[in-house]
């Protein structure tokens, strides 16, 4: 049980174009749903917390309007990476948690390479 | 300072050794702790969940919680070549929804 998944694995696109990151609880529902970035040998940045139906918590120094998150339904949630550029590469990991829970369950990670 | 500090390593062993890998703190509203393993590109996959003080067991692996002390640990027993990958400690409080602070991770490998 728990299982999280994210869609794509991995992304190359060229500088200017916006990418769209899914992430799926599969066996649970997630009434919130996290979205970290983790450099090469660095820890996992809080960048925004999402609950389900409403507006995501961006953490201090993230563009929301750069990083667009959606938690449509209590399965999906979406990171969109507009106007990406050489610097947004990164490794995406998105996790949801199960209400009133205290842990959370990890995706697979999604790697974006901007050209 | 760090609110979570976590020896990076490589903390290197050979097989069938006893590790403890370790986290302090220095947030005492913390009340949740937990450790993650993530291997290389990958996820982190939760390994171990406490809540408050002492400690837990499942199979190979014990954690530790010392509130008063501000640390906690991770011991795994007869390590294996599989139990290579870097490890993370997080917690968060005082209330369930608070944010999980992770540590830095450390990396382990174990050499047969």
């Known amino acids: 049980g728990a299982v999280v998944s994210q869609h794509p694995s991995r992304v190359i696109c060229k500088s200017g174009t916006s990418v769209k990151i899914e992430c799926r609880s599969l066996?649970?529902?997630?009434?919130?749903m996290f979205w970290y970035r983790q450099f090469p040998k660095q820890s996992l940045m809080l960048m925004a917390t999402s609950n389900e139906g409403s507006k995501a918590t961006y953490e201090q120094g993230v563009e929301k309007d750069k990083f667009l998150i959606n938690h449509a339904s209590l399965t999906l949630s979406t990171l969109t990476v507009t106007s990406a550029h050489p610097e947004d590469s990164s490794f995406y990991i998105c996790?949801?948690?199960?209400?009133?829970?205290?842990?959370?369950?990890f995706g697979p990670g999604t790697r974006l390479l901007v050209l | 300072q760090k609110e979570v500090e976590q020896d990076p390593g490589p903390l290197s062993v050979p097989e069938g050794a006893i590790v403890s890998l370790n986290c302090t703190y220095s947030n005492s509203a913390f009340q949740y702790f937990m450790w993650y393993r993530q291997y290389s590109r990958k996820g982190p996959e939760l390994l171990m969940y406490?809540?408050?003080?002492g400690n837990k067991e499942d199979g190979r692996f014990t954690a530790q919680v010392d509130k008063s002390s501000k640390y906690i640990s991770l011991f795994i027993r007869d390590s294996q070549p599989s139990d290579s990958a870097t490890y993370l400690c997080?917690?968060?409080?005082?209330?369930?929804?608070?944010?999980?602070?992770f540590g830095t991770g450390t990396r382990l490998q174990v050499f047969p």
């Open positions: 406490t809540y408050s003080s």
């Open positions: 996790s949801a948690r199960v209400f009133k829970l205290e842990t959370q369950y």
């Open positions: 066996d649970f529902q997630a009434t919130t």
């Open positions: 997080a917690m968060s409080g005082p209330y369930n929804t608070d944010k999980l602070i």
